[in-house]
């Protein structure tokens, strides 16, 4: 239904659209352009030179590269002044020292037993 709406809408708006003025005779002669006399154009002395030079290009570059790094290790300070005691201490230590310890055998007890079923499931194939 929608689209039948839509169809109708668009071939109303489409009739009633006028044609263009230009377009009422299509074969008819063409208007006679206005010859107009472009002038010439005078070249401008410039006393200065606005090309970039290569040097001040590398110079631009390095102060971004420096900029950018002095930005990024002020960053990195903030934080990790802001780190809790704890965690920073949490760095210094092994995954396998941490909280995390008694998940090692789950996995473990997990890893075999998904081996099991799946050597069962080989077991069971139809030949």
Do not use: C, Y
Request: hydrophobic fraction near 40%; aromatic fraction near 4%.
């Amino acid at each position: 239904m929608t689209r039948r709406i839509a169809l109708l809408t668009t071939v109303l708006a489409l009739a009633l659209v006028s044609p263009a003025a230009a377009q009422q005779s299509p074969f008819g002669p063409l208007p006679q352009a206005a010859p107009t006399e472009t002038p010439t154009p005078t070249p401008v002395s410039s006393s200065g030179d606005s090309n970039t030079g290569r040097v001040t290009l590398f110079i631009i570059g390095a102060a971004l590269v420096i900029g950018f790094g002095i930005i990024g290790w002020f960053i990195l300070r903030d934080a990790r002044r802001s780190l809790p005691e704890d965690e920073v201490a949490a760095l210094g230590r092994l995954r396998e020292q941490g909280p995390h310890a008694h998940k090692r055998q789950a996995k473990a007890k997990a890893r075999a037993k998904g081996r099991s079923q799946r050597n069962a499931r080989k077991a069971n194939r139809p030949r």
